[in-house]
């Protein structure tokens, strides 16, 4: 036998093995048509048949691959109900769990054959009205007016979870009527028509600082000395930025060759040197200089330079008053900016300048020359009428803030080419989409300017990182983690003042802002998502502190004998960074925030707060109760018959109630060392906690520390959880079975990004359904 034969007899081989190999696999993968539809005739068919279908649904019509495709929506909810084992009934017979898996694996391969050889689908987005927040925040960064302008809108409501979704944000004619009035107070506050004068603050010089009781109390108040023995200062409050004016009225005794020489400082800065020739109180001069200072508290002062004496005389500085004046120009921000007529043009080139800029940053895409027309016949009208420019800029000011394209993000269809496949975003659309997402506000000039060059796309990533270390990203733990976490009921929450005395407005806003801090650092220092379950630091002040039982900044107990030296003591309202020493209180699990608002308002409630973390954190959520399944009974007598969990455990012996509470209830009960305000307790009444589980898998814990050591190692659930509800807030909809190849490419990169906070906003940021819309037709 030739070599040559040899090769061709072994290729043959591996070729006979590489079939054998391929009909095993093919064996072994689960067919619908066999292994699915044999399941249905044998556990379903029965009541979701074709005569009168329970809960109107028939399953006898899925027959095949393409039917199942067909009924893709319908099927994300029977695979849940079999797979949680509420189909088929208890009553019936069970399928075995091997029948199940091949079930569930017969139709997720059709979703997942189908989902590879998709075109991508974006998805439809809803046109989204502006939300509350929204509006607020765009109102603040297009015209400088920093107030709650939809203070009495009706409340946004909310879908999957989140009050920015499209389908949900609807329009109202009293909404209408409040845009209306909305529109002409702002307008009034951004372009005030007559200007009033300069404020001005003046203090006589007996009161000026030294203070003391032997300052002489006379209209003028010597000065002698040089340093600080010879300067007179106060501190002004300014409330408005800009120009000012600071004075100074005063004489002096000249004595020798040389006037008296004073300066004028600011904030300890000199700003200019002066020298008074007047000598006596009817001469006493003004000396003033300008400086520009931003609104806050400064403190203005004289210095008195040359001190003299010569026998019995001194040469001495005798001050009247100091004053600060300004700001000089008192039209607001707004108008100083844009609206300052330049007298090298006329007033209606100026006019089509201002309102081509307004226009294009508050519609968030190039003004149109038919718009601006349009807007110009309001300046016209109200000059007619011999009113100011001013006036008649308001009334185009207010048209703008009334328009659908201001009030809706409006991603129209001009320019989209037909037919079946999905397109870019333009790069307007695409800014309002990051913007939105990332500081729940317009776009600012660095993005609109990308986006008129058409480079923004290019310099994404760029602009992701800018953006969330820009102070305005707080938005993002504001708007999006307050409603994901469902923390905002916090604001509600209302524990009984009998069992709960300590509890208090501090508190309260301490307990959400150590949530916001907490979430604030993961993002600024782009740490790892999974601190989220579990974490080595957080942030208190002096109230919280003593609420968790903590006495330093090194997170030392006041139980704690050996104490970790270095810590630092709490200053009241003050937040600090906190390492902490007991893993029992790392991540967000065990801040009060979370544990308050699962809980009931006289105790606490295991299966609140187990529900809370299979539906918030793992994307897992149980089934809604049976309607008549009593509530766990709190009356006196119950509480003595045993501690909580034993009450629970009794409770769940309930056939229609065990299947749910064993997933919740071993969730919750770690957590039963924390109180119904989050403090922590060892004895619930009078009997010991026992803060064990074992959850449905096997897996066992003492505390919350083993259990959040448990959660970490289901981060592929969590980090899938998060990514769901991040996008769902990112796009303004519910996700649906397309995006589902989105999601998993999303928790891949995550994983490969060691979990990063900023991997998961750019993967969102750059995938199918923030940066494409589908075409016309598809």
């Known amino acids: 036998m030739t070599h040559f034969s040899m090769l ?21 993968a689960p067919d619908f048509k066999k292994d699915g539809v044999a399941f249905l005739k044998k556990h379903c068919i029965a009541c979701h048949g074709a005569t009168k279908p329970k809960g109107e649904i028939s399953l006898h019509l899925f027959t095949d691959d393409a039917s199942v495709l067909k009924g893709r929506k319908q099927w994300a909810s029977i695979l849940e109900v079999v797979q949680s084992g509420e189909m088929p009934p208890k009553e019936k017979p069970r399928p075995m769990p091997a029948e199940v898996q091949a079930f569930v694996k017969s139709v997720d391969g059709i979703f997942d054959r189908a ?30 007016v920093d107030f709650n302008a939809s203070e009495d809108f009706p409340s946004d409501d909310v879908g999957h979870g989140f009050d920015n979704i499209g389908d949900v944000l609807t329009i109202s004619p009293v909404l209408m009527e409040r845009y209306l009035a909305a529109a002409e107070n702002i307008s009034n506050r951004a372009i005030v028509i007559n200007p009033p004068k300069p404020p001005s603050r003046a203090l006589s010089a007996k009161y000026l600082q030294p203070g003391g009781a032997n300052v002489p109390q006379t209209r003028f108040r010597p000065v002698t000395g040089t340093g600080p023995k010879g300067t007179l200062a ?50 006493a001069a003004i000396f003033d200089v300008k400086i520009t200072l931003p609104a806050g508290s400064h403190r203005g002062a004289v210095q008195f330079l040359n001190e003299f004496k010569k026998d019995k005389d001194e040469r001495t500085l005798w ?33 089509r300048e201002v309102l081509t800029n307004f226009v294009t940053r508050a519609y968030r895409r190039p003004a149109l020359k038919e718009e601006i027309d349009r807007l110009v016949k309001f300046v016209e009208a109200a000059e007619t009428r011999n009113e100011k420019w001013e006036a008649g ?64 796309s290019a310099n994404l990533d760029a602009q992701v990182k800018r953006m969330l270390l820009d102070p305005k990203a707080k938005a993002l733990v504001d708007n ?52 989220i379950i579990d974490a080595d630091y957080t942030y208190l002040n002096q109230p919280l502190a003593r609420h968790y039982g903590i006495t330093d900044t090194k997170g030392n107990l006041q139980s704690t004998k050996k104490k970790v030296p270095g810590g630092k003591p709490f200053k009241d309202n003050e937040f600090e960074r906190v390492t902490l020493q007991d893993g029992s209180r790392g991540g967000i699990l065990t801040q009060a925030s979370v544990l308050s608002v699962t809980s009931n308002p006289t105790r606490t409630s295991p299966v609140k707060r187990g529900r809370w973390v299979l539906e918030q954190l793992l994307g897992t959520p149980p089934p809604p109760p049976p309607p008549d399944v009593p509530e766990l009974a709190a009356d006196e007598k119950a509480i003595t018959t045993g501690s909580l969990r034993k009450r629970m455990e009794l409770h769940r012996e309930k056939v229609a109630c065990a299947n749910c509470h064993a997933k919740m209830d071993p969730i919750g009960f770690a957590f039963e060392n ?68 989105t999601v998993d490419k999303i928790c891949a990169n995550l994983a490969k990004g060691d979990y990063k906070f900023s991997v998961l906003v750019g993967e969102i940021v750059r995938s199918d359904p923030f940066r494409l819309r589908r075409g016309k037709d598809q």
């Open 115 to 144: 989902d590879k050889n998709a075109k991508p689908d974006p998805g439809r987005v809803t046109v989204r009205r502006l939300n509350k927040t929204e509006y607020n925040n765009t109102i603040r960064d297009l015209l400088g």
């Open 234 to 283: 106060t501190d002004f409050n300014l409330t408005l930025p800009g120009e000012h004016i600071f004075k100074v009225r005063c004489y002096g005794n000249k004595v020798g060759d040389e006037p008296v020489k004073i300066a004028l400082l600011v904030d300890g800065k000199e700003l200019k040197q002066f020298e008074v020739k007047a000598d006596s109180e009817k001469t």
């Open 480 to 531: 999006f983690v307050m409603q994901w976490l469902q923390l905002q009921r916090l604001k509600s929450f209302a524990p009984d003042a009998t069992l709960f005395p300590t509890f208090n407005e501090p508190l309260r806003a301490a307990m959400t802002k150590e949530t916001e801090l907490f979430f604030t650092e993961i993002m600024k220092e782009d740490r790892s998502i999974l601190d």
């Open 674 to 741: 924390f109180n119904a305000i989050g403090a922590f307790r060892a004895r619930d009444g009078d009997f010991p906690i026992d803060a064990s589980g074992t959850l449905p898998d096997g897996k066992t814990f003492q505390g919350p520390a083993e259990l959040k050591q448990i959660l970490k190692e289901k981060k592929d659930l969590f980090s899938r959880c998060l990514a769901e509800k991040m996008l769902t807030y990112a796009v303004g909809r519910g996700l649906e079975f397309y995006d589902k190849r």
């Open 319 to 351: 001050v009247e008053w100091l004053v600060m004046e300004g700001p000089l120009d008192t039209r607001p921000a707004f108008q100083q900016k844009y609206l300052t007529l330049d007298p090298a043009k006329t007033k209606d080139v100026q006019t």
């Open 393 to 456: 800029m308001q009334l185009a000011i207010q048209a703008v803030l009334v328009s659908p394209k201001f009030l809706f993000r409006l991603e129209l269809d001009a320019g989209i080419p037909a037919g079946g496949t999905a397109v870019p975003l333009n790069e307007y659309q695409l800014a309002s989409r990051l913007s939105y997402f990332l500081w729940s506000s317009m776009p600012d000039d660095v993005l609109l300017d990308l986006a008129a060059k058409k480079q923004l």
């Open 8 to 28: 061709r007899i072994v290729f043959l081989l591996l070729l006979i093995g590489a079939g054998n190999s391929n009909s095993a696999l093919a064996a072994e």
